[in-house]
Protein backbone atom coordinates (compact mmCIF):
# COMPACT_ATOMS: atom_id res chain seq x y z
CA UNK A 1 0.00 0.00 0.00
CA UNK A 2 3.10 2.54 1.03
CA UNK A 3 4.23 1.70 -2.44
CA UNK A 4 1.30 2.91 -4.54
CA UNK A 5 0.81 5.85 -2.64
CA UNK A 6 4.51 6.76 -3.34
CA UNK A 7 4.18 6.21 -7.02
CA UNK A 8 1.09 8.34 -6.66
CA UNK A 9 2.99 11.15 -4.89
CA UNK A 10 5.55 11.01 -7.30
CA UNK A 11 3.47 11.13 -10.31
CA UNK A 12 1.40 14.21 -8.91
CA UNK A 13 4.84 15.79 -8.06
CA UNK A 14 5.89 15.24 -11.52
CA UNK A 15 2.13 16.80 -13.18
CA UNK A 16 2.27 19.77 -10.62
CA UNK A 17 5.37 20.37 -11.99
CA UNK A 18 5.18 20.20 -15.66
CA UNK A 19 1.89 22.79 -15.00
CA UNK A 20 4.26 25.34 -13.29
CA UNK A 21 6.91 24.92 -16.09
CA UNK A 22 4.17 25.53 -18.88
CA UNK A 23 2.46 28.80 -16.71
CA UNK A 24 6.13 30.25 -16.43
CA UNK A 25 7.06 29.42 -19.95
CA UNK A 26 3.52 30.72 -21.23
CA UNK A 27 3.00 33.74 -19.26
CA UNK A 28 6.69 34.92 -19.81
CA UNK A 29 8.13 34.94 -16.48
CA UNK A 30 11.00 34.27 -17.71
CA UNK A 31 12.26 36.61 -20.38
CA UNK A 32 13.94 35.62 -23.78
CA UNK A 33 17.54 37.07 -24.10
CA UNK A 34 17.82 40.80 -25.92
CA UNK A 35 18.69 40.62 -29.19
CA UNK A 36 22.19 41.48 -30.14
CA UNK A 37 22.47 45.15 -31.26
CA UNK A 38 24.70 45.58 -34.67
CA UNK A 39 26.70 47.79 -32.83
CA UNK A 40 27.78 44.76 -30.42
CA UNK A 41 29.92 43.52 -33.40
CA UNK A 42 32.40 46.81 -34.75
CA UNK A 43 34.44 44.66 -37.07
CA UNK A 44 31.19 43.91 -38.87
CA UNK A 45 30.50 47.90 -39.77
CA UNK A 46 34.00 47.60 -42.18
CA UNK A 47 31.80 45.95 -44.80
CA UNK A 48 30.01 49.25 -45.16
CA UNK A 49 32.43 50.72 -46.34
CA UNK A 50 33.87 47.62 -48.32
CA UNK A 51 34.12 48.61 -52.05
CA UNK A 52 35.17 45.41 -54.54
CA UNK A 53 38.09 46.44 -57.67
CA UNK A 54 36.15 45.04 -60.97
CA UNK A 55 39.81 46.12 -62.53
CA UNK A 56 40.97 43.09 -63.18
CA UNK A 57 37.96 42.51 -65.38
CA UNK A 58 39.41 45.35 -67.68
CA UNK A 59 42.94 43.14 -68.41
CA UNK A 60 43.61 42.04 -71.50
CA UNK A 61 44.28 38.52 -70.36
CA UNK A 62 41.07 38.27 -68.92
CA UNK A 63 39.37 39.61 -71.86
CA UNK A 64 41.27 36.95 -74.42
CA UNK A 65 39.83 34.30 -72.66
CA UNK A 66 38.09 31.56 -74.74
CA UNK A 67 34.34 29.60 -73.77
CA UNK A 68 34.47 26.02 -74.26
CA UNK A 69 31.52 24.01 -74.58
CA UNK A 70 27.84 24.18 -75.06
CA UNK A 71 26.31 27.26 -73.92
CA UNK A 72 23.80 27.32 -71.49
CA UNK A 73 24.93 23.78 -70.36
CA UNK A 74 22.93 20.71 -71.10
CA UNK A 75 22.90 19.19 -67.92
CA UNK A 76 20.85 15.51 -69.53
CA UNK A 77 19.47 12.78 -67.62
CA UNK A 78 20.76 13.32 -64.32
CA UNK A 79 18.77 11.93 -60.82
CA UNK A 80 15.77 10.06 -60.13
CA UNK A 81 12.31 10.42 -61.55
CA UNK A 82 11.17 9.29 -58.18
CA UNK A 83 13.30 9.79 -55.19
CA UNK A 84 11.13 7.34 -52.84
CA UNK A 85 11.30 4.62 -55.24
CA UNK A 86 13.42 1.32 -54.33
CA UNK A 87 16.25 0.76 -55.87
Not at 17 to 27: K, M, S
Not at 48 to 61: K, Y
Amino acid sequence: MARTARINIIGLLIVVLGVVAGLIYYTGLIKPEVPVSPNAYPDLLRFRTMSLNFSVLDNASFENLETFGNIPVNPGVTGRNDIFEAF
